[in-house]
C-alpha cells in the first residue's frame, strides 16, 4: 500500500500579522446524503502586499474560498480572522462593512453600467468610500485615462475589464479579489489586464488574491496555493515574480 499522501503545510509564519488567517476553514452545502463539501480544512495566513495565486480546477474549492475571504459567504466551520476581526462569526451588517471597506471584486463578468461611461461607473464607487482615489486617477492606474468619456459599448472587453478593476480600487481596499478576471478574454488582452492587477499591487500595495485554473498565471504570483477537492494540496513560494509579458503563455 502506498503511504498516506502529506498535507501541505501553511506558510512559514511571519513577525507581522497577517491580513488573514483562516484554520480549519470549512464549507458544506446541503444535509445528510446531499451535503457537499466544498471546503475541508483549510489553512493559510495571507500577507499585506502579497498578490496570490489560488490555483485549481472547476469544483476544487477556490471559489469558495475567494467567496468566504470576500464576506460573500460564511463558513461552516473553523475560524476566519480579517486582521482583528473575526469573520466566521459576524453578521451580515459586519460582512457588509467589511465589504464595503476593505475589499474590492473583480470578476469575470465585467458587470458595467451601459448607460454610464467609464468615468461615471468608477465615480459610483468613489462616492461612497471613505477616502477614495478620484476616478480619473484610478482609470489612469490601469492605463485609461484617455478613455474617460467612453461608454462600455465604445470599449474592447479588456479596457472593459480594466474599467472594472478602476471601479475596484477606486476605493483604495486593503484587499483585491479577481475571479478568474481573463476567463472571457483572448491571450493579448488578458496579459493587458494582468499587467493593471499587477501594477495595482506594486503601486498601491494592495493584497491581491487571484483566482484561475490556468497554471501560466501563477508565475506572476509571490505565492501559489494549489487546491483540489476543497483542499490545499500545494504551497509554492516563487524566488521571482515573472512579469507578465514574459509568461509561457
Given at each position: 500500500?502506498?503511504?498516506?499522501?502529506t498535507p501541505a503545510s501553511p506558510p512559514s509564519p511571519r513577525?507581522?500579522?497577517?491580513?488573514?488567517?483562516?484554520?480549519?476553514l470549512t464549507k458544506t452545502y446541503g444535509d445528510g446524503d446531499a451535503v457537499v463539501r466544498a471546503l475541508a480544512g483549510v489553512d493559510l495566513d495571507f500577507y499585506?502586499?502579497?498578490?496570490?495565486?489560488?490555483l485549481g480546477a472547476s469544483g476544487s474549492g477556490k471559489s469558495t474560498l475567494l467567496n468566504l475571504l470576500g464576506g460573500l459567504d460564511s463558513p461552516t466551520a473553523g475560524t476566519l480572522r480579517y486582521r482583528d476581526h473575526d469573520l466566521g462569526t459576524a453578521d451580515e451588517a459586519g460582512l457588509t462593512r467589511f465589504r464595503r471597506d476593505a475589499v474590492g471584486f473583480v470578476f469575470q463578468a465585467?458587470?458595467?453600467?451601459?448607460?454610464?461611461?467609464?468615468?461615471?461607473?468608477v465615480a459610483l464607487i468613489a462616492e461612497i468610500a471613505r477616502d477614495p482615489l478620484a476616478p480619473e486617477e484610478a482609470l489612469a492606474l490601469v492605463g485609461l485615462g484617455a478613455r474617460l468619456d467612453h461608454f462600455p459599448a465604445q470599449l474592447s472587453g479588456g479596457e472593459q475589464q480594466r474599467v472594472a478593476i478602476a471601479r475596484a480600487i477606486a476605493k483604495r481596499p486593503e484587499v483585491l479579489m479577481c475571479d478568474e478576471p481573463t476567463g472571457a478574454l483572448d491571450v493579448r488582452t488578458g496579459v493587458t489586464v494582468l499587467e493593471a492587477v499587477e501594477r495595482i499591487n506594486r503601486e498601491l500595495g494592495t493584497l491581491t488574491v487571484i483566482i484561475t485554473h490556468n497554471a501560466v498565471i501563477a508565475d506572476m504570483a509571490g505565492r501559489v496555493f494549489t487546491l483540489s477537492d476543497g483542499r490545499i494540496v500545494g504551497v509554492r513560494q516563487n524566488a521571482h515574480r515573472a512579469?507578465?509579458?514574459?509568461?509561457?503563455?
Open positions: 500500500m502506498p503511504p498516506a499522501a513577525a507581522d500579522q497577517p491580513v488573514f488567517c483562516a484554520r480549519g499585506a502586499g502579497e498578490l496570490i495565486v489560488l465585467y458587470n458595467l453600467i451601459p448607460s454610464l461611461t467609464a468615468r461615471e461607473n512579469a507578465v509579458a514574459s509568461l509561457a503563455w
